[in-house]
């Protein structure tokens, strides 16, 4: 167990899946801190159309690590050299998986344990933080559990197996973020590296893309986003999957401050805002969207219902109290979201 140590502003950190919508937002608010951000993505036109999206100020601080596989060891070792923190947030998801072990299972584990890996060989890196997920905590085997509140000391009983031989994709990914975060807290304690390491679990993840210019397709939207733009252009209001969110400009703040913060230390937090249904989101859309025409179009299905104390609860008050964690609104998330696609939507 390494001496609590934070990675303060002015440190240079190391940043995978920057490109994605998480990362990006934590690279805005990494570079808003005072920090040096070093960028791994597939591509140089990737960084590029990152790196446009930021102020010029901004721009001397960014640079760019070639990382065209999350599992590949060598490129991670250079990316890694002379950063004093790591924010890996890169691991695959696709509703199109056909092998989940190939395509879910590995590379997360492979690009959570080579990124330690890579760590190692860097003196400089004091802390390590990984973007795990409430799938992580979930146990969906208990159902809904009404009473039941989830905590950050909670493990999912997913194995790799269960990630293998199911034909489920959600169960593949849930299992997929499981075993690559029990990976990395076995690699701590196995090889007591020179870093320490923190864990975020959020929930679903709405918001807006930090730049319209990082929008490729609607198609291409992260999942979370695309549930939202879902219920904003279908004809019916669709069921529930998921009833737990997070702001992304919340998500990314709490990677910042985890950095900075002595008590992020060895430590495991749960970031949820609360919950939310579908309906909701549809209420605040034909309730409060700017934009009349798609606005008009949004579904009615049934105004003011709500799932609220039919499902499982989350309790994130060791992110409040340790990172000072504040959640913005269901309705300033979706407003700010469905806002600027519907800006890129009119504009073709």
Not at 204 to 226: A, I, K, R
Request: with cysteine.
């Amino acid at each position: 167990m390494t001496i609590p140590i934070s990675v303060s502003p002015g440190s240079k950190v190391l940043v995978t899946g920057a490109t994605g919508f998480i990362g990006a937002h934590c690279v805005q608010q990494l570079l808003d801190r005072g920090y040096e951000v070093k960028t791994a993505a597939r591509s140089k036109n990737k960084f590029n159309t990152l790196k446009a999206c930021f102020e010029e100020h901004h721009q001397s601080k960014l640079s760019f690590a070639l990382v065209s596989d999350i599992g590949n060891y060598e490129q991670l070792v250079e990316a890694v050299k002379d950063c004093d923190g790591v924010l890996h947030l890169a691991s695959p998801f696709s509703y199109t998986v056909t092998d989940m072990e190939a395509q879910l299972l590995k590379p997360a584990y492979d690009g959570t344990v080579t990124m330690l890996e890579a760590s190692l060989t860097e003196p400089k890196v004091k802390r390590v933080i990984i973007t795990s997920s409430f799938a992580a905590v979930y146990d969906a085997s208990k159902g809904l559990q009404p009473d039941y509140v989830y905590t950050e000391k909670e493990f999912s009983p997913l194995t790799w197996e269960d990630g293998a031989n199911t034909k489920d994709v959600s169960l593949a990914y849930r299992a997929s973020k499981i075993v690559a975060e029990k990976a990395a807290w076995q690699f701590m304690e196995e090889k007591n590296p020179q870093f320490d390491l923190c864990v975020l679990c959020p929930t679903m993840v709405f918001g807006p893309l930090l730049s319209n210019q990082l929008f490729t397709t609607f198609e291409d939207l992260n999942l979370s986003n695309s549930v939202v733009w879902t219920i904003a252009t279908s004809k019916e209001v669709p069921p529930t999957k998921g009833p737990l969110f997070v702001d992304v400009r919340d998500l990314a703040w709490a990677h910042v401050e985890a950095l900075g913060s002595e008590a992020a230390s060895n430590s495991r937090y749960l970031i949820s805002a609360g919950d939310f249904d579908n309906q909701e989101i549809a209420d605040i859309l034909r309730e409060s969207w700017s934009d009349k025409k798609l606005r008009e179009g949004v579904p009615t299905g049934n105004p003011g219902h709500r799932l609220t104390g039919t499902h499982f609860k989350t309790d994130s008050s060791k992110a409040i109290a340790e990172l000072g964690m504040t959640f913005r609104s269901l309705k300033e998330s979706v407003l700010d979201l469905c806002d600027q696609l519907a800006e890129i939507h009119n504009r073709g």
